[in-house]
């Protein structure tokens, strides 16, 4: 009697473990999707993509201190260039911000918890060249700072 019940616990134990560990492999996979961000529109990046995964934050660092403390300029690890290489476009065809789960930045760095500050000084999704005071009011402003340039510049 005693063998049975020992035979029968063991029985419900290993189905429930088996059981459990499929659906808890089903929930995990689930859980927190794996993230795929988009590829860039050039035919390779500044570096191999196994070492940006890697290193972009190093780089970019060393990049800022060249820029800030040094003044040297150089547009291999301009954030920009990351910025208007990697731009996702939203439904509406724009580029979609970081406030957007799309953004090629967002995607891995909220799958790895991880906060950044770069978009609190610099633009999250590419400018738009060549448009800069002329936006909104048909031109009204760059026409004036035209106008200003020209009187102060004599």
């Known amino acids: 009697m005693r063998a049975l019940r020992t035979l029968f616990a063991a029985l419900l134990f290993l189905t429930g473990v088996a059981g459990g560990a499929s659906a808890w492999a089903e929930d995990a996979a689930g859980r927190t999707p794996e993230p795929h961000p988009a590829h860039g529109k050039g035919e390779h990046c500044v570096a191999d993509t196994a070492f940006m995964r890697r290193n972009h934050m190093l780089m970019m660092y060393a990049h800022r201190t060249e820029v800030l403390h040094e003044g040297v300029r150089t547009p291999q690890f301009n954030i920009s260039g990351c910025v208007n290489c990697h731009a996702v476009k939203g439904d509406d065809g724009k ?60």
Do not use: M, W
């Open 95 to 154: 580029p979609v911000s970081f406030a957007s789960e799309k953004h090629f930045c967002r995607s891995c760095h909220s799958y790895a918890a991880v906060q950044i500050d770069c978009f609190e000084c610099h633009n999250s999704k590419p400018q738009e060249t060549g448009k800069a005071a002329a936006a909104e009011n048909g031109g009204e402003d760059a026409a004036k700072l035209a106008a200003f340039l020209r009187e102060n510049k004599k």
